[in-house]
């Protein structure tokens, strides 16, 4: 894979320490990673999050208006990037100082507000993923509030 002047990459482990699950996958009107918003907005288009059928007994008590923290795995990414160009930016960064989903384990998070509970998952908004991205987890966002 190609590198862009200021970055460099690590070498990829040859080991993998733990084993994740996916949960569902999420769907959004962005069809291509051009097409992503940098940061999901709360004013953002609607997306779903399509439980797997096993987990969706594990949706009970998520009600309309909550904001709940989505986990979600950035599959189409690279991993194996220490220092990287930001898009728009002129010098490379740490991979760490950056929210990019270009990392060695590619997770995401957003926090996004429920428009609908559904038999198979959630409508929300607040999203910045692909379509058909895979979902990890859920959980409610227990931040406190600005007064
Ligand atoms: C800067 S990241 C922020 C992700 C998340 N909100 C966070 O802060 O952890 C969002 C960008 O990731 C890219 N992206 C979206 N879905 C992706 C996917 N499934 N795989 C790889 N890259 C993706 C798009 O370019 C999008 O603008």
């Keep these: 894979m190609t ?34 918003p940098r ?4 004013d953002g288009p609607l997306c779903r999050l399509l439980v797997d059928t096993a987990w969706r007994p594990a949706l009970e008590g998520i009600e309309v208006g909550a904001r709940i ?9 690279r991993r194996d990037l220490l220092r990287q160009v930001p898009a728009g930016a002129s ?3 740490g991979t760490f100082a950056l929210r990019s989903p270009v990392r060695p384990n590619p997770i995401a998070t957003a926090l996004a507000t429920v ?5 198979d998952g959630l409508m929300v908004r607040g999203l910045d993923c692909v379509d058909g991205t895979p979902l990890l987890d859920i959980k409610p966002d227990f931040r406190p509030t600005e007064e």
């Design 91 to 93: 010098a490379a960064l």
């Design 39 to 42: 940061r999901g907005r709360p």
């Design 69 to 77: 923290e989505v986990l979600y795995w950035m599959h189409l990414a």
């Design 3 to 36: 590198v862009r002047p200021g970055e460099t990459r690590g070498r990829m482990p040859d080991r993998a320490d733990a084993t994740l699950t996916f949960i569902g996958r999420i769907h959004t009107p962005f069809v291509r990673r051009a097409d992503c």
């Design 115 to 119: 428009v609908s509970v559904e038999a």
